[in-house]
């Protein structure tokens, strides 16, 4: 293509590849400071394009053609959720003359800062899903709403906190940094296997001269995760909160605010507003320096609110030594449930938007726009391709339309093992009638199973769907699917495979799936 390529230092790719060579075989960094031995040198003119996921690499290979090259990180049968960067990934990086992720915390947030920081200076690194709307893109946002008896605390961060040199791939840190109360008090996360990794536990102490090591949450910036709540005695219990922004790892944190949170623990006061059900968090804002308690009645100053724990939320201690930092395995303990099992962290939109075809096609164009700016000389090689490909996708849309319009009316309830397919309902015409867990690494809860169990049996619903890579992780929606008499069928979300090779591929799979599933007796 001719143009000039860029570098960290500005030396050549070639150049660089073989001083990261040198310094990485002595231990050191360099010009990609991430980078690996044996970077290979891609010096032939071609513009180099690195995409976090299989799906994206596809749509963006589309659109590049044979004018520029396409490299997935992501393998097409790894989770986009969970998968951890190689030494080869970033090597890729490092090479790159633009990137692509999806955003919204698809992708783990070690993936994002990894792409932010291993390409080279300049390079841009664009994330489809936040950017996708002015391209005509439709979001949604992700509503969790569990059914509880009390309220569902969470923590959540709140904004970027650019005063602070914040970004999109900054951390917030909320410690805990006393408790005034009656008893002791503790917060957790309950994991897949039931292992618990503690927030915070006031019967250890606090440590301000280790930094609260122990007593602190650490959350990506906008974004909220699930926890229990647990207090050994009756009465009103006082948090102390203090909390402060990471902008970038490596660097000092910022401070942000300090702030109180009250429990009342079965017992009353007169607190002005009681918050004792639906969904809230405590919530760290950092563009605007607050800490406050957001949900589903609106945002509320901790210093006039109060978090309800009624009586009957009292239950035994687990017999597990892993629990012993609750007390004695059999006492009793007042506990706010965490609701959702396993480590879950996501943002405020659900970041599967390639279940509908139009977004897409607004993927397609934010590709085609970025990379006729970094690479002009191709621009008409790349309107052509895209134009081509924009015409297959619509084609694509209106061919699943009719073949999901396939299905009797009142058949199109869509139940899954996780909750990624709201886009694809949304456009489609489905309900999305039930799910095991919100998140394909969360172990579902007997609640979960009991209500999926009714949903099943209530709307008569034909078939539920699997992914093929969870067969192994989806037993519990198999043996009730067995129970009933319901078909088990499978169809994809975040990956590619032999089956299913292109996103298009991907996108006919399923709707053929639904549609023969959904359809049959």
């Not at 143009?3 to 590849?17: D, M």
């Not at 569990?146 to 909320?174: F, Y």
Request: hydrophobic content about 40%; glycine content about 8%.
């Amino acid at each position: 293509m001719g143009h000039a390529v860029s570098t960290r230092w500005g030396l050549p790719k070639s150049l660089c590849a073989n001083v990261s060579t040198v310094l990485l075989a002595a231990g050191l960094t360099g010009c990609a400071a991430a980078g690996g031995a044996g970077l290979p040198s891609r010096d032939d003119g071609i513009t180099d394009v690195v995409a976090s996921t299989p799906i994206i690499a596809d749509i963006a290979r589309h659109v590049a053609g044979d004018a520029a090259r396409v490299t997935a990180l992501i393998p097409n049968t790894a989770d986009p959720h969970t998968y951890e960067l190689t030494l080869r990934d970033v090597r890729n990086l490092a090479n790159a003359d633009i990137a692509f992720s999806n955003g919204l915390l698809l992708e783990q947030q070690s993936v994002l800062r990894t792409m932010d920081n291993g390409v080279v200076p300049g390079t841009e690194v664009v994330a489809l899903a936040d950017v996708a709307a002015n391209q005509g893109a439709t979001v949604i946002p992700l509503v969790e709403n569990m059914a509880l008896d009390t309220v569902w605390l969470g923590l959540r961060a709140q904004g970027i906190g650019a005063r602070h040199g914040g970004s999109a791939h900054s951390e917030v840190h909320l410690s805990v940094t006393d408790v005034e109360g009656p008893g002791d008090a503790a917060a957790y996360i309950t994991g897949t296997f039931g292992q618990p990794e503690i927030f915070f536990n006031s019967r250890d102490g606090f440590d301000a001269s280790r930094g609260y090591e122990g007593d602190t949450a650490t959350l990506p910036v906008d974004a909220h995760t699930h926890m229990s709540w647990s207090f050994s005695k009756p009465g009103t219990y006082t948090l102390h909160l203090s909390a402060s922004l990471v902008p970038d790892e490596g660097k000092p944190p910022e401070h942000i605010a300090d702030q109180t949170v009250r429990f009342n623990v079965g017992t009353e006061d007169g607190a002005s507003k009681k918050i004792d059900s639906g969904h809230y968090d405590v919530a760290v804002n950092a563009d605007d320096n607050s800490i406050n308690l957001v949900g589903d009645g609106g945002t509320f100053d901790p210093k006039s609110a109060v978090v309800s724990v009624p009586n009957q939320t009292l239950q035994p201690i687990p017999g597990d030594p892993n629990f012993r930092f609750l007390g004695t395995a059999g006492d009793e303990t007042y506990l706010l449930p965490q609701a959702v099992l396993g480590k879950h962290v996501h943002g405020e939109l659900d970041p599967h938007l390639w279940h509908n075809a139009k977004n897409a096609m607004a993927y397609v164009k934010v590709i085609r726009d970025k990379l006729i700016a970094v690479d002009p000389e191709h621009a008409a090689d790349y309107q052509q391709n895209a134009g081509a490909y924009l015409d297959e996708l619509d084609r694509l849309d209106r061919d699943i339309k009719r073949k999901i319009g396939t299905i009797p009316e009142a058949r199109r309830h869509l139940v899954t093992a996780h909750d990624g397919y709201a886009y694809f309902a949304d456009a489609y015409g489905l309900d999305v009638a039930g799910f095991v867990t919100p998140n394909p690494e969360i172990e579902p809860s007997t609640r979960d199973l009991v209500s999926l169990t009714r949903t099943l049996e209530n709307l008569k619903v034909p078939a539920v769907f699997i992914e093929p890579t969870m067969a192994g992780r989806t037993r519990e929606l198999q043996q009730i699917a067995d129970r009933l008499g319901v078909n088990v069928c499978q169809i994809r979300s975040d990956i590619l495979d032999d089956t299913a090779p292109t996103y298009v591929d991907l996108m006919r799979t399923n709707a053929e799936s639904m549609a023969d599933c959904l359809s049959s007796a």
